[in-house]
């Protein structure tokens, strides 16, 4: 570890001399590599950093105190998992070896290799990995913050609101449900549909899905953005009732009246549907600190190369997750390759090694959660829009096992392969299967 780490060092500072030296401002403290973010993303890159640079060289930048695995909120909005198994407080999680600080960064300085923090404070780095994840603005629909977890309106996207959305289903007597997607880049775009079809599920078995209106306004032009699954999903909408309405936006709730107002993006007509219950799916984007950065595309996000994940202006930054401009759909699933190729990268950049990159392939995936024991594993590339199966299976078939494999095995996956660094995704056991495969 210590040759290791003294090998480093003098690689670095070859490498990185000039950056250092253009450093004018004092820093409080300086690591070898800085971290924003610990969500999987920043975790599992601090995790295989921590290991491998010892004590003191790693920092993970994160104000939370809690960890959220995110992906059990729709489990949770359906009644199927309980909120507290989707929750770690935040130093349980963070690796032994990372130093943890607990500050809000305000500011990216790429220029100067620093970052600014809420407290005043600067921090040093030689390599910066943003990790940051998307940012919700609640603001952007008017009154969803006021009638957010009243009322029957609720969201899976917080970890407040999400735990109202299963007492809703409840409590719902018949009437108008309603459920919306937004006209921005969101995490887990497949979410705001699978509670679609948990809530639908929910009504038949209550006995009130007789005298219900199921209806999902959708600001897409298709149920799904890969047709390979989005046909099955549409057909299956179609089979249960459910009134799917494209380039439907939610841009008002009037919480006194009842009322959520739409507008279609196509022809411009305003709109407005009655809810009884309404499940929000809200605008999301760029973190407002990245955005300000010089690291920013013109969206906000962190701009890298879609392959090796380095930035594409500054060559000691790397990103993954939510916050970067990967164009793949944005989930834990994809962080999962990211992270192997991100890691295999700065590292060789590291060490000075002059190897081929390894390169990303877009791979994520999104369990479409259609009922309690129901699930299509879309496994597929963000870059090409082809599926990217790990079962010798038609995947688009509706799987038990498949429902069991996503809400029991993969959050061990997640809590103990992915946040310490040693789950890099199912490439390899992919590549094992493929003899298998009928294509
Ligand atoms: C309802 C729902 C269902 C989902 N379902 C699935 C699913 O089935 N499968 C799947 O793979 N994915 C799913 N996801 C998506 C998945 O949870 C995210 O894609 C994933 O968590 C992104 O990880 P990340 O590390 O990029 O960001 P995050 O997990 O959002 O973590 C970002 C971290 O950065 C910190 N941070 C933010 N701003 C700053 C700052 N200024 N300074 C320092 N730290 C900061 C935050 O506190 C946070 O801890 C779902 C998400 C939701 C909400």
């Not at 500072?13 to 690591?31: I, M, W």
């Not at 705001?192 to 306004?217: C, H, M, S, W």
């Not at 963000?382 to 509706?398: A, M, N, S």
Request: glycine share 8%; proline share 5%.
């Amino acid at each position: 570890m210590l040759a290791a780490r003294s090998r480093f060092a003098s690689v670095a500072k070859r490498t990185f001399a000039s950056q250092a030296e253009a450093t004018t401002a004092p820093v409080d403290k300086k690591y070898k590599v800085v971290v924003v973010g610990a969500g999987p993303g920043g975790l599992s890159v601090s995790s295989t950093l921590s290991k491998m640079l010892g004590k003191d060289q790693v920092a993970v930048i994160d104000p939370s105190q809690y960890h959220y695995y995110q992906p059990l909120w729709t489990y949770v909005g359906g009644g199927l998992k309980d909120f507290r198994e989707s929750v770690r407080p935040m130093e349980s999680v963070v690796p032994e070896k990372a130093d943890w600080i607990q500050q809000r960064v305000t500011q990216l300085d790429p220029d100067n290799n620093q970052v600014k923090l809420n407290d005043g404070k600067t921090i040093g780095y030689d390599y910066l990995v943003v990790a940051a994840g998307i940012q919700i603005n609640w603001d952007q629909i008017k009154g969803l913050k006021e009638s957010l977890g009243k009322d029957g309106v609720t969201s899976n996207y917080s970890p407040e609101s999400v735990q109202k959305t299963y007492k809703f289903i409840k409590e719902f007597k018949g009437g108008n449900a309603l459920f919306t997607f937004p006209n921005t880049p969101l995490k887990c775009p497949g979410a705001p549909t699978k509670i679609v079809f948990l809530a639908e599920e929910a009504f038949r078995l209550q006995g009130v899905r007789d005298k219900t209106n199921v209806t999902y306004n959708t600001s897409l032009g298709k149920i799904f953005g890969v047709d390979h699954y989005g046909k099955v999903l549409q057909q299956l909408a179609d089979e249960r009732n459910i009134n799917v309405n494209f380039q439907t936006e939610l841009i008002e709730i009037k919480p006194e009246d009842r009322k959520a107002i739409f507008r279609n993006n196509a022809n411009k007509e305003i709109k407005s549907f009655d809810y009884d219950f309404l499940h929000v799916a809200p605008p999301q984007g760029a973190p407002t600190f990245i955005k300000e950065s010089k690291l920013a595309d013109a969206a906000g996000f962190v701009d890298v190369n879609k392959s090796t994940l380095r930035s594409n202006k500054y060559k000691n930054v790397f990103s993954l997750g939510d916050c970067s401009n990967l164009p793949t759909s944005k989930t834990a699933a994809a962080i999962t390759g990211e992270s192997g190729t991100l890691k295999k990268n700065l590292i060789a950049q590291m060490e000075g090694k002059d190897i081929k990159p390894a390169e990303y392939d877009g791979y994520t995936s999104c369990p479409l959660i259609v009922g309690r024991d129901q699930l299509i594993l879309a496994e597929f590339s963000g870059y090409t829009g082809q599926p990217l199966e790990t079962f010798p299976v038609d995947q688009r078939k509706i799987s038990s096992a498949a429902q069991y494999l996503n809400m029991e095995v993969i959050p061990s996956l997640y809590w103990n392969g992915l946040l310490n660094g040693t789950w890099t995704g199912p490439s390899t056991f992919r590549n094992i299967m493929s003899p298998f495969r009928k294509d």
